[in-house]
Protein backbone atom coordinates (compact mmCIF):
# COMPACT_ATOMS: atom_id res chain seq x y z
CA UNK A 1 0.00 0.00 0.00
CA UNK A 2 1.45 3.42 -0.68
CA UNK A 3 0.69 6.31 1.51
CA UNK A 4 -0.90 9.29 -0.03
CA UNK A 5 -0.82 12.68 0.90
CA UNK A 6 -3.89 14.35 2.58
CA UNK A 7 -5.68 15.84 0.00
CA UNK A 8 -5.23 12.48 -2.32
CA UNK A 9 -7.30 8.82 -2.30
CA UNK A 10 -4.66 6.22 -1.25
CA UNK A 11 -3.53 3.85 -4.20
CA UNK A 12 -3.80 0.26 -3.00
CA UNK A 13 -1.21 -2.14 -4.36
CA UNK A 14 -2.37 -5.78 -4.65
CA UNK A 15 -1.09 -8.65 -5.41
CA UNK A 16 -3.02 -11.24 -6.09
CA UNK A 17 -0.11 -13.89 -7.77
CA UNK A 18 3.00 -13.81 -8.54
CA UNK A 19 4.62 -13.07 -6.01
CA UNK A 20 7.58 -15.74 -4.44
CA UNK A 21 6.58 -17.75 -6.77
CA UNK A 22 7.24 -18.01 -10.67
CA UNK A 23 4.09 -17.46 -12.83
CA UNK A 24 0.44 -16.34 -11.59
CA UNK A 25 1.47 -12.46 -12.37
CA UNK A 26 -1.38 -10.67 -11.62
CA UNK A 27 -1.48 -7.17 -9.67
CA UNK A 28 -3.89 -4.50 -9.46
CA UNK A 29 -3.20 -0.70 -8.69
CA UNK A 30 -6.32 0.76 -7.36
CA UNK A 31 -7.16 4.49 -6.78
CA UNK A 32 -10.49 5.84 -6.08
CA UNK A 33 -12.23 2.80 -6.81
CA UNK A 34 -11.03 2.29 -10.24
CA UNK A 35 -7.97 0.01 -11.36
CA UNK A 36 -5.66 -1.32 -13.42
CA UNK A 37 -4.41 -5.05 -13.90
CA UNK A 38 -0.71 -5.23 -14.85
CA UNK A 39 -0.47 -8.80 -16.13
CA UNK A 40 -2.22 -11.63 -15.96
CA UNK A 41 -0.14 -15.09 -16.69
CA UNK A 42 -0.44 -18.69 -15.44
CA UNK A 43 1.44 -21.27 -13.89
CA UNK A 44 2.85 -24.37 -15.11
CA UNK A 45 2.58 -27.04 -12.21
CA UNK A 46 5.71 -28.78 -10.92
CA UNK A 47 4.30 -32.41 -10.73
CA UNK A 48 5.36 -34.44 -13.74
CA UNK A 49 2.12 -36.07 -13.12
CA UNK A 50 -0.01 -33.41 -13.76
CA UNK A 51 1.33 -32.90 -17.56
CA UNK A 52 1.00 -29.99 -19.54
CA UNK A 53 -2.18 -28.04 -17.70
CA UNK A 54 -2.11 -24.69 -16.19
CA UNK A 55 -2.68 -22.78 -13.01
CA UNK A 56 -4.74 -19.47 -13.32
CA UNK A 57 -4.69 -16.57 -10.61
CA UNK A 58 -7.22 -16.24 -8.21
CA UNK A 59 -8.75 -13.47 -9.27
CA UNK A 60 -12.07 -13.11 -6.84
CA UNK A 61 -10.78 -9.99 -5.46
CA UNK A 62 -11.56 -8.57 -8.38
CA UNK A 63 -14.91 -8.89 -8.58
CA UNK A 64 -15.33 -9.06 -4.69
CA UNK A 65 -13.55 -5.40 -3.86
CA UNK A 66 -16.26 -3.93 -6.58
CA UNK A 67 -13.53 -1.85 -8.13
CA UNK A 68 -13.85 -1.24 -11.39
CA UNK A 69 -11.19 -2.21 -13.44
CA UNK A 70 -10.50 -0.02 -16.35
CA UNK A 71 -7.36 -1.67 -18.08
CA UNK A 72 -4.90 -4.52 -18.40
CA UNK A 73 -1.27 -3.42 -18.52
CA UNK A 74 1.14 -6.19 -19.53
CA UNK A 75 4.97 -6.06 -19.36
CA UNK A 76 5.84 -8.73 -21.91
CA UNK A 77 4.57 -11.86 -24.21
CA UNK A 78 5.91 -14.77 -21.33
CA UNK A 79 2.63 -16.65 -20.64
CA UNK A 80 2.79 -16.41 -16.68
CA UNK A 81 2.12 -13.14 -17.72
CA UNK A 82 -0.39 -13.32 -20.74
CA UNK A 83 -1.50 -16.47 -20.02
CA UNK A 84 -5.14 -16.02 -18.22
CA UNK A 85 -5.77 -13.30 -19.97
CA UNK A 86 -8.53 -14.78 -21.44
CA UNK A 87 -10.32 -15.71 -17.79
CA UNK A 88 -9.83 -11.85 -17.04
CA UNK A 89 -11.31 -10.59 -19.83
CA UNK A 90 -14.38 -12.88 -19.14
CA UNK A 91 -15.15 -11.07 -16.37
CA UNK A 92 -13.74 -7.73 -17.47
CA UNK A 93 -13.54 -7.01 -20.93
CA UNK A 94 -11.56 -3.85 -21.09
CA UNK A 95 -8.71 -2.15 -23.20
CA UNK A 96 -5.39 -4.48 -23.11
CA UNK A 97 -2.30 -2.70 -23.56
CA UNK A 98 0.86 -3.79 -24.59
CA UNK A 99 3.76 -3.79 -27.20
CA UNK A 100 3.03 -5.36 -30.70
CA UNK A 101 5.07 -8.08 -30.05
CA UNK A 102 3.03 -9.05 -26.84
CA UNK A 103 -0.05 -8.60 -28.23
CA UNK A 104 0.45 -10.71 -31.59
CA UNK A 105 1.25 -13.45 -28.85
CA UNK A 106 -2.00 -12.09 -26.76
CA UNK A 107 -4.21 -12.44 -30.23
CA UNK A 108 -3.13 -16.09 -30.42
CA UNK A 109 -3.85 -16.95 -26.81
CA UNK A 110 -7.18 -15.81 -27.32
CA UNK A 111 -8.17 -17.83 -30.16
CA UNK A 112 -6.32 -20.78 -28.27
CA UNK A 113 -8.78 -20.48 -25.44
CA UNK A 114 -12.04 -19.68 -27.45
CA UNK A 115 -12.28 -16.10 -26.16
CA UNK A 116 -15.08 -15.36 -29.50
CA UNK A 117 -15.37 -11.94 -27.73
CA UNK A 118 -13.72 -8.24 -29.32
CA UNK A 119 -11.01 -7.61 -26.81
CA UNK A 120 -9.53 -4.05 -27.53
CA UNK A 121 -6.34 -4.44 -27.53
CA UNK A 122 -3.55 -1.26 -27.79
CA UNK A 123 -0.73 -0.90 -28.85
CA UNK A 124 2.09 0.57 -26.53
CA UNK A 125 5.83 1.90 -27.59
CA UNK A 126 8.63 2.87 -24.67
CA UNK A 127 9.09 6.04 -23.65
CA UNK A 128 5.10 6.98 -25.32
CA UNK A 129 2.71 7.80 -22.21
CA UNK A 130 -0.54 6.52 -22.02
CA UNK A 131 -3.49 7.08 -19.73
CA UNK A 132 -4.81 3.82 -18.48
CA UNK A 133 -7.90 3.71 -15.77
CA UNK A 134 -7.27 6.24 -13.60
CA UNK A 135 -3.38 6.48 -13.97
CA UNK A 136 -0.37 7.77 -16.56
CA UNK A 137 1.64 5.04 -17.80
CA UNK A 138 5.02 5.28 -19.52
CA UNK A 139 6.51 1.99 -20.41
CA UNK A 140 10.06 1.98 -20.13
CA UNK A 141 12.44 -1.13 -21.91
CA UNK A 142 14.08 -3.56 -20.28
CA UNK A 143 15.74 -6.70 -21.92
CA UNK A 144 14.54 -10.06 -21.03
CA UNK A 145 14.33 -13.54 -22.58
CA UNK A 146 11.45 -12.54 -24.75
CA UNK A 147 11.45 -8.94 -27.11
CA UNK A 148 9.85 -5.67 -26.45
CA UNK A 149 9.59 -6.31 -22.44
CA UNK A 150 8.84 -3.29 -20.57
CA UNK A 151 8.99 -1.89 -17.09
CA UNK A 152 6.34 0.75 -16.11
CA UNK A 153 6.59 3.88 -14.53
CA UNK A 154 2.37 4.53 -13.15
CA UNK A 155 2.05 8.20 -12.07
CA UNK A 156 -0.49 8.28 -9.22
CA UNK A 157 -2.24 10.66 -6.95
CA UNK A 158 0.73 9.19 -4.20
CA UNK A 159 3.59 9.69 -6.10
CA UNK A 160 5.53 7.41 -9.03
CA UNK A 161 5.21 2.98 -9.04
CA UNK A 162 8.06 1.72 -11.05
CA UNK A 163 6.89 -1.79 -11.77
CA UNK A 164 10.30 -3.54 -13.48
CA UNK A 165 8.24 -6.35 -14.95
CA UNK A 166 11.11 -9.21 -15.67
CA UNK A 167 14.01 -8.21 -16.70
CA UNK A 168 17.52 -9.09 -16.59
CA UNK A 169 20.31 -6.34 -18.07
CA UNK A 170 21.84 -7.33 -20.94
CA UNK A 171 24.13 -5.54 -22.96
CA UNK A 172 23.92 -7.29 -26.29
CA UNK A 173 20.40 -8.20 -26.57
CA UNK A 174 19.37 -10.42 -29.94
CA UNK A 175 17.05 -7.39 -31.04
CA UNK A 176 19.90 -4.71 -30.69
CA UNK A 177 17.35 -3.01 -28.15
CA UNK A 178 19.02 -2.00 -24.92
CA UNK A 179 17.76 -1.69 -21.07
CA UNK A 180 16.40 2.17 -20.95
CA UNK A 181 18.85 2.97 -18.21
CA UNK A 182 18.87 6.37 -18.89
CA UNK A 183 14.87 6.67 -18.40
CA UNK A 184 15.97 4.82 -14.88
CA UNK A 185 17.88 7.14 -13.89
CA UNK A 186 15.74 9.88 -14.77
CA UNK A 187 12.73 8.91 -12.88
CA UNK A 188 14.94 8.36 -9.66
CA UNK A 189 15.96 12.29 -9.49
CA UNK A 190 12.44 12.96 -10.53
CA UNK A 191 11.91 10.39 -7.38
CA UNK A 192 9.92 7.09 -6.91
CA UNK A 193 7.41 6.16 -4.84
CA UNK A 194 7.56 2.56 -4.84
CA UNK A 195 9.73 0.30 -6.99
CA UNK A 196 8.07 -3.30 -7.36
CA UNK A 197 11.13 -5.36 -9.03
CA UNK A 198 10.73 -8.88 -10.80
CA UNK A 199 14.04 -10.37 -12.44
CA UNK A 200 14.64 -14.58 -11.35
CA UNK A 201 17.15 -15.49 -9.20
CA UNK A 202 18.30 -11.79 -8.53
CA UNK A 203 19.26 -12.87 -5.27
CA UNK A 204 22.16 -15.02 -6.79
CA UNK A 205 25.25 -13.53 -6.90
CA UNK A 206 27.25 -12.99 -10.21
CA UNK A 207 25.41 -11.67 -13.77
CA UNK A 208 23.32 -13.71 -16.28
CA UNK A 209 24.73 -13.61 -19.12
CA UNK A 210 23.68 -12.29 -22.56
CA UNK A 211 20.93 -13.92 -24.87
CA UNK A 212 23.17 -13.42 -27.60
CA UNK A 213 26.33 -15.64 -25.83
CA UNK A 214 23.87 -18.81 -27.14
CA UNK A 215 24.97 -18.66 -30.32
CA UNK A 216 27.72 -20.59 -29.87
CA UNK A 217 26.48 -23.29 -28.06
CA UNK A 218 23.69 -23.67 -30.54
CA UNK A 219 26.15 -22.98 -33.50
CA UNK A 220 28.31 -26.13 -31.78
CA UNK A 221 25.38 -28.01 -30.99
CA UNK A 222 23.55 -28.04 -34.39
CA UNK A 223 26.81 -28.90 -36.19
CA UNK A 224 27.05 -31.93 -34.62
CA UNK A 225 23.39 -33.10 -35.88
CA UNK A 226 23.27 -35.64 -38.88
CA UNK A 227 19.42 -35.58 -40.11
CA UNK A 228 16.94 -32.25 -39.75
CA UNK A 229 16.91 -30.63 -36.34
CA UNK A 230 13.70 -30.14 -34.42
CA UNK A 231 13.47 -26.95 -32.39
CA UNK A 232 11.03 -26.80 -29.61
CA UNK A 233 10.96 -23.89 -27.34
CA UNK A 234 9.76 -25.48 -24.05
CA UNK A 235 9.96 -22.06 -21.65
CA UNK A 236 6.58 -20.13 -22.02
CA UNK A 237 6.35 -18.00 -24.61
CA UNK A 238 9.25 -18.88 -26.50
CA UNK A 239 8.36 -21.20 -28.81
CA UNK A 240 7.48 -18.77 -31.90
CA UNK A 241 10.04 -15.99 -30.35
CA UNK A 242 10.95 -14.12 -33.11
CA UNK A 243 14.37 -13.29 -31.90
CA UNK A 244 15.37 -16.56 -31.15
CA UNK A 245 14.08 -17.55 -34.60
CA UNK A 246 16.58 -15.22 -36.29
CA UNK A 247 19.32 -16.40 -33.90
CA UNK A 248 18.48 -19.52 -34.82
CA UNK A 249 18.37 -18.58 -37.87
CA UNK A 250 21.52 -17.11 -38.08
CA UNK A 251 23.27 -20.30 -36.46
CA UNK A 252 21.00 -22.46 -38.48
CA UNK A 253 21.26 -20.88 -42.06
CA UNK A 254 24.62 -22.49 -43.67
CA UNK A 255 23.22 -25.66 -43.46
CA UNK A 256 19.29 -24.69 -43.76
CA UNK A 257 18.84 -28.14 -41.79
CA UNK A 258 16.43 -26.81 -39.29
CA UNK A 259 12.54 -28.10 -39.80
CA UNK A 260 9.61 -28.29 -37.70
CA UNK A 261 7.68 -30.97 -37.70
CA UNK A 262 4.57 -31.67 -39.78
CA UNK A 263 1.09 -31.47 -39.30
CA UNK A 264 1.31 -28.46 -36.26
CA UNK A 265 0.40 -24.51 -37.14
CA UNK A 266 3.75 -23.00 -37.79
CA UNK A 267 4.89 -19.58 -38.13
CA UNK A 268 7.34 -20.66 -41.32
CA UNK A 269 10.28 -18.40 -42.89
CA UNK A 270 9.86 -18.98 -45.84
CA UNK A 271 14.12 -18.95 -47.82
CA UNK A 272 15.84 -20.08 -44.88
CA UNK A 273 14.82 -23.53 -43.56
CA UNK A 274 13.33 -22.69 -40.30
CA UNK A 275 10.19 -22.73 -38.56
CA UNK A 276 9.09 -21.98 -34.86
CA UNK A 277 5.84 -23.51 -33.09
CA UNK A 278 3.55 -22.22 -30.91
CA UNK A 279 2.83 -23.87 -27.49
CA UNK A 280 -0.27 -25.18 -28.57
CA UNK A 281 1.53 -27.55 -30.96
CA UNK A 282 3.91 -28.65 -28.15
CA UNK A 283 0.84 -29.60 -26.11
CA UNK A 284 -0.46 -31.73 -29.35
CA UNK A 285 3.07 -33.29 -29.58
CA UNK A 286 2.54 -35.00 -25.86
CA UNK A 287 -1.03 -34.95 -26.35
CA UNK A 288 -1.94 -37.57 -23.85
CA UNK A 289 -0.96 -35.94 -20.33
CA UNK A 290 -2.91 -33.43 -21.10
CA UNK A 291 -5.07 -31.84 -18.49
CA UNK A 292 -6.41 -28.67 -16.81
CA UNK A 293 -6.80 -27.23 -13.48
CA UNK A 294 -8.11 -24.23 -12.62
CA UNK A 295 -7.93 -22.40 -9.34
CA UNK A 296 -10.84 -19.78 -10.08
ZN1 LIG B 1 9.31 -13.26 -18.33
Redesign the pocket.
Known amino acids: MVSSSPTSAPVRIVALGGLGEIGLNLMAIECAGRAIVIDCGVMFPDEPALGMGTYIPEMAWLERSHVAIEAVVLT ?1 A ?1 E ?2 IGALAHLLRRFNVPVYGTDITLAFVRRRLVEAEFDEAAELRTIVPRKIFEAGPFTVEPIRVT ?3 PN ?1 IALAIRTPAGIVVHS ?2 FKIDDAPVDGELFDRERFAELGVEGVAVLLSDSTNVERPGRSGSESSLKPILRELTSRARGPIFSVGIF ?1 ASASHPPSGRSLTRVWAPSGSARAPDGGKRAPRPGNGTASLFPSDVRRAVRGGVYRRQSA
Open positions: HHDHHSTSGDL
